[in-house]
């Protein structure tokens, strides 16, 4: 099993450029994440989708950023206009919740700085 | 009060040593708990995983969950150097809810 991938894995962008985040499941999962790290908020969950249905987006910091998930297999987070502030780990995972089990497994992460 | 609450370390200790390390949490409706390790740049990576009350053991590890304490806990027996790590605990209402993590604890285990 590839487990969950994510690209890029870095990203560098100026301050006002659109970023797209992307990230493919692990196959048979029915539930995705994507949680931001600093070292000052540490994991902090920003929208989770069932069956590619947004279920809770209340951890979207704002209106820049928006996700989508048009499959099973693929998902994207964008953030329009980035700010310097944005900059953190981002992290998507991804659970098999039909066979009643609730843990999530992580992608490596994409690590974007925004200058 | 954070749903979730976690010493954030760091926390040396030498190797060999029993290691433990906690959470408290706020809503007594949790029933899923979990906890992961993560290296440096590094996913964080399932390490135990535990529904309702009770303890759990694999390995050098062992996960208690206190449901009237509203705490949760994990142990590493024989702590090696490779267990270097920082440890987020994680929790969820249900199956099909949302996992809120912990800030995470820092542990450095001296050779």
């Known amino acids: 099993d590839a487990g969950v991938i994510q690209s890029p894995r870095h990203e560098v962008t100026e301050m006002g450029q659109e970023v797209t985040l992307r990230c493919k499941p692990i196959s048979g999962h029915n539930s995705l994440f994507w949680y931001r790290q600093t070292m000052m908020r540490g994991l902090e969950l920003l929208i989770y989708f069932n069956n590619n249905v947004p279920i809770d987006d209340s951890g979207m910091p704002e209106d820049r950023f928006s996700a989508k998930m048009p499959n099973a297999s693929f998902s994207t987070l964008k953030i329009q206009p980035s700010e310097p502030r944005d900059s953190a780990v981002y992290f998507c995972?991804?659970?098999?919740?039909?066979?009643?089990?609730?843990?999530?497994?992580f992608g490596q992460g994409t690590r974007l700085t925004v200058v | 009060q954070k749903e979730v609450e976690q010493d954030p370390g760091p926390l040396s200790v030498p190797e060999g040593a029993i290691v433990s390390l906690n959470c408290t949490y706020s809503n007594s409706a949790f029933q899923y708990f979990m906890w992961y390790r993560q290296y440096s740049r590094k996913g964080p990576e399932l390490l135990m995983y535990t529904y309702s009350s009770g303890n759990k053991e694999d390995g050098r590890f062992t996960a208690q969950v206190d449901k009237s304490s509203k705490y949760i806990s994990l142990f590493i027996r024989d702590s090696q150097p490779s267990d270097s790590a920082t440890y987020l605990c994680a929790m969820s209402l249900n199956r099909d809810d949302k996992i809120i993590f912990g800030k995470g604890t820092r542990l450095h285990i001296l050779p």
């Open positions: 995972a991804s659970s098999q919740r039909i066979t009643g089990r609730a843990e999530a497994f």
